[in-house]
């Protein structure tokens, strides 16, 4: 052990020395290469504010009364506003039967929707659902309305109704959703 040890240890030492050695070389980067993507990102989010349903009041990786880092983004609407899903895909859960209750950490009533990428779409705080797990939906169905079911407040004296849209990759990671916002 103590021979492998003296090795590394001269190794180590040997590919400092010669890096020492190596003439430094500034590197510069051409990013010109890049300006597409960053263009294509831009136009892709939403940067009115708004989408198709509402206003959002908290965007992806702002913080919340209850969050320091919302992986969603809420968008308020009133109380019974009809919701489509942003992606088509099968429900595989939804819960029914809670009311607001700002002292408990809750999503209140909600809908998930897998898309065929594996992705795990939630809408919660709804007043209501219109499907059943199992169920195959399209982005033109109504799968609900938006509710203030679970913890919802409001900051400026409302009801505190809005819908809160998160997205788990296939893998258990959020995913920034504003890219589908705007798709309806």
Known sequence: MA??????????????????????????????????????????????GSTSLGPITTQYGGSTNYEKFHPGVDVAAPIGTELKPYTGG???????????????PSFGNYVIIEDSQGNKHRYSHLNKSFVKVGQEVTP???????????STYSAHGGDGSHLDYRI???YGKYIDPSIYLNRQ
């Open 168 to 170: 788990k990759n296939a």
């Open 90 to 104: 099968k429900v595989i859960d939804l819960r029914t039967g809670k009311l607001q209750d700002p002292s408990k």
């Open 3 to 48: 021979d492998t040890n003296q090795l590394l240890q001269g190794i180590s030492s040997s590919a400092y020395s010669l890096g020492k050695s190596l003439p430094k070389k500034k590197v510069t980067r051409d990013t010109s290469v890049f300006s597409n993507v960053v263009d294509n990102i831009k136009s892709s989010s939403n940067s009115s």
């Open 140 to 150: 033109d169905m109504a799968i609900g309305e938006v509710g203030n079911t679970g």
